[in-house]
């Protein structure tokens, strides 16, 4: 399948197919104050609708060949721990490939996020997907924001996403990603 990572690895996690992580696992994301509003799904009344759509789009995705978030799980425990993966999204009338990344609570803070970001940013650029690769962030969201500038990446701009959904591009380009990693 285009652009998902299962099986890739870092040196705590490996990526794992989406369908691996349970809605039960998943759920616990949405039971804490404004993450549906942090990934726009705040529209939708409970928990439960938030983590059925956040599948199905999900699904989707995968079926229509724009990538996709795969499950994270911590090699040591076998545990889950979160999402990442590279998604195709609409911007500004072009696609533009981007890192994607949401962790369970219990594991936020532990440098999970950015070791999956990182791992992606690099499969995107060694396997020629993109020259321009984005992170699209809820302006209000600092936590992600932190991670996006850890894996190199620059303000690009700040604009609403699909019209209606306030945002911080983060990018980085090839030739950003060369040099870094020759330091």
């Not at 992600?144 to 700040?158: C, F, H, I, Q």
């Not at 380009?173 to 990693?181: G, L, M, Q, S, V």
Request: aromatic content about 10%; charged content about 25%; proline content about 4%.
């Amino acid at each position: 399948m285009a652009y998902l990572l299962t099986d890739e690895e870092t040196q705590r996690l490996i990526f794992r197919s989406i369908e691996d992580i349970s809605f039960e696992q998943w759920l616990p994301f949405f039971h804490i104050a404004n993450n549906a509003r942090m990934v726009a799904l705040d529209h939708l009344e409970t928990p439960e609708a938030q983590c059925r759509f956040w599948f199905e789009r999900a699904h989707k995705r995968i079926n229509d060949g724009l990538g996709g978030l795969n499950a994270l799980y911590e090699k040591e425990s076998g545990q889950p721990v979160g999402q990442c993966g590279l998604l195709v999204q609409p911007l500004h009338g072009k696609q533009e490939l981007e890192v994607g990344y949401s962790l369970l609570p219990a594991h936020w803070g532990k440098g999970y996020a950015i070791e999956a970001a990182r791992k992606a940013r690099d499969i995107a650029f060694e396997r020629n997907y993109t020259d321009t690769l984005i992170s699209i962030i809820h302006v209000d969201n600092e936590p992600s924001k932190k991670v996006a500038r850890k894996n190199g990446m620059s303000l690009w701009e700040t604009t609403l996403f699909r019209d209606i959904f306030p945002v911080d591009i983060f990018s980085i380009d090839r030739e950003t990603w060369k040099r870094e990693a020759e330091i």
